[in-house]
């Protein structure tokens, strides 16, 4: 016998959520396989721990402690590139007058903390003297690099005595003889000691270029500061691709700039352009962070639309670093690293089982209500939490892997509000399905007719909770975004499960001989509900004994406004369901 249209719906639905369930556990899995994830959701600073790092500020020689509203400022950027990392739940707060302290969730790897200690005010200075030739280029286009043979010749020609005033930020007159034998005798091992990150703006600054494995390569004498780090509007990294729009398969950085950024390095450029990058060291400008040269590109081209791109030998991470650097590297002012600690659980294991206790709690008490207001009927709703957790864990645990998420006890506490917001879900059907059969459908025609009804109702319950949850987690920080995620995670979970899980087993059951018989057990008993079902579209009142007299009273609490009408209209008792004759006396 062909299965009916319902039962194909149902069993097409339940294989979709089987497919996205085996593929969730198929991507974890290959991530415990083959990269650095877990089974386990990673937990955040409140209960697992971490790293506390105490930024100070460094001030020049007379200068006078950061304002308020500078450590502020500093706090949103620090906490805008530890989030561009990858990094969840840090806390990122202010201590005392002067400090900043940075607290992260387990042990952070190397280039988070170098996005933490590198956190200074980003510079674009022109290079006018190096010793080592470019490696990297920034053009309009994707165009190869100079090679390294290319080394500019100038050298003894810098220790200049003129004394005529400089005519641009790349004019040799900056460099004086005493500059020059500075330079000549600089050591980039004493870097971190020589303030070169409060180096006057309007002055020459000679520093250093550090490589990947924190040796020094390159030493610079740049000119004055020509574009701020504040002008960038927009930094991101990805593959270069040539002319005809295909890849090059290599990495690259792009960067935008706001109004007065695209016409200050328009005029930068088209001073930079004139000079030979395979003989000319003043072809180069120098993006300066913390008083160290992150990258110092030759200029390929005239840059007039404010959006340059930066190629070189780079890899996939460090194209995307070196874009946080520039997204979120204007700081008003520049730090040094005071600490760096490693603290314990603010919370602990202890708050976490309390926690998942009071989850179980929370659960059962929704169990033990759905028996026993809907009797078996419950059971869907049992199952359905059940594969809605399991759905929800293995989404926390690739996030966890991929985004770097961390459960916090604010997140718990969103997945414990979520037992009872996936409840409702299930609770409005149920009774959509309940008031159906009240009005004389046979259990399949109510599944599908108090679907219909209830998914309305569901899709703008939902929607209302998701816009909550997107809202806090926009405007929120720290913990009450984990809360906000795991809020929204769990509503759009709750919609999955109801549609492609929850319907299905209903009409699946529905087609059983023990809940469409209407089973006392079932939940679904129309005696019960205050209707029996005698015949297509047709119903008659129940004739209630005092044993049944419940159920009467109840039917009559469900009645509509129109039902109750309709009742007054055909004359029925709308507290007994008789009709009263025409000698006074009910019939």
Request: aromatic content about 8%; overall charge neutral; charged content about 15%.
């Amino acid at each position: 016998m062909a299965r009916s249209t319902p039962v194909k719906k149902a069993w097409r639905s339940l294989a979709w959520l089987l497919v996205i369930t085996a593929g969730l556990t198929g991507i974890l899995a290959y991530g415990v396989i083959f990269d650095n994830a877990s089974w386990a959701p990673k937990l955040a600073l409140d209960l697992e721990g971490g790293a506390q790092i105490t930024l100070a500020p460094k001030l020049g020689e007379g200068e006078a402690s950061p304002s308020s509203e500078q450590l502020d400022q500093a706090v949103a950027i620090i906490r805008q590139r530890i989030d561009a990392s990858g990094v969840s739940e840090a806390e990122i707060a202010t201590q005392g007058a002067a400090n900043i302290v940075v607290s992260i969730p387990g042990t952070p790897d190397e280039e988070t903390l170098r996005r933490i200690e590198s956190s200074a005010k980003l510079e674009f200075r022109p290079v006018i003297f190096t010793d080592v030739a470019a490696t990297s280029a920034v053009g309009s286009t994707a165009t190869p690099a100079p090679t390294a043979g290319a080394t500019p010749t100038p050298t003894s020609s810098l220790a200049t005595t003129s004394t005529a005033a400089p005519t641009d930020a790349s004019d040799p007159n900056w460099v004086s003889p005493a500059l020059f034998d500075e330079y000549t005798n600089f050591d980039c091992a004493t870097l971190d000691t020589a303030n070169t990150n409060v180096a006057p703006e309007g002055e020459p600054l000679i520093t250093c270029e550090a490589a990947v494995d924190g040796t020094y390569t390159y030493k610079y004498i740049l000119g004055p500061v020509e574009v701020s780090g504040d002008t960038i509007s927009d930094a991101s990294s990805g593959l270069i691709s040539n002319s005809q729009g295909v890849s090059t398969g290599t990495w690259g950085v792009f960067i935008t700039f706001n109004d007065k950024g695209t016409r200050e390095f328009a005029t930068v450029t088209e001073r930079l352009s004139g000079f030979d990058p395979n003989s000319d060291s003043r072809n180069r400008f120098a993006i300066v962070l913390d008083g160290k040269v992150i990258s110092a590109p030759t200029t390929q081209a005239i840059i007039t639309d404010g959006k340059p791109q930066i190629s070189g030998s780079f890899t996939q991470e460090s194209s995307k670093t070196l874009a946080d650097q520039l997204k979120f590297g204007a700081l008003p002012i520049s730090f040094v690293v005071q600490s760096n600690e490693t603290i314990s659980a603010t919370l602990g294991a202890s708050q976490l089982n309390s926690g998942i206790i009071a989850g179980l709690i929370g659960l059962i008490l929704v169990v033990i209500y759905s028996l026993f207001q809907y009797r078996l009927l419950g059971m869907v709703t049992v199952a359905s939490l059940v594969v809605a957790g399991v759905l929800t864990y293995l989404m926390i645990a690739i996030l966890s892997w991929r985004q770097g998420y961390r459960l916090s006890l604010a997140g718990v506490a969103g997945l414990i509000v979520a037992i009872g917001f996936t409840a409702d879900s299930f609770i409005v059907y149920f009774e959509r399905i309940r008031d159906e059969l009240r009005d004389g459908r046979g259990l399949p025609g109510s599944v599908e007719a108090g679907w219909k009804r209830a998914l309305r109702t569901i899709f703008a319950a939902k929607a209302v909770n998701l816009l909550s949850a997107v809202v806090l987690f926009v405007l929120a920080v720290g913990n009450v975004r984990g809360f906000a995620l795991t809020l929204g995670l769990t509503t759009v979970i709750d919609v999955l499960i109801v549609i492609l899980f929850t319907h299905p087993i209903l009409q699946l059951l529905a087609s059983t001989r023990f809940f469409a018989s209407g089973h006392p057990l079932s939940g679904l008993d129309p005696n019960a509900l205050g209707a029996v079902y005698r015949g297509r579209a047709q119903f008659r009142a129940p004739v209630l004994s005092a044993a049944k007299s419940g159920a009467g009273r109840e039917a009559a609490k469900r009645q509509t406004i129109a039902e109750r009408k309709a009742a007054a209209l055909t004359g029925a008792d709308t507290r007994t369901g008789t009709k009263p004759s025409t000698d006074g006396k009910d019939s």
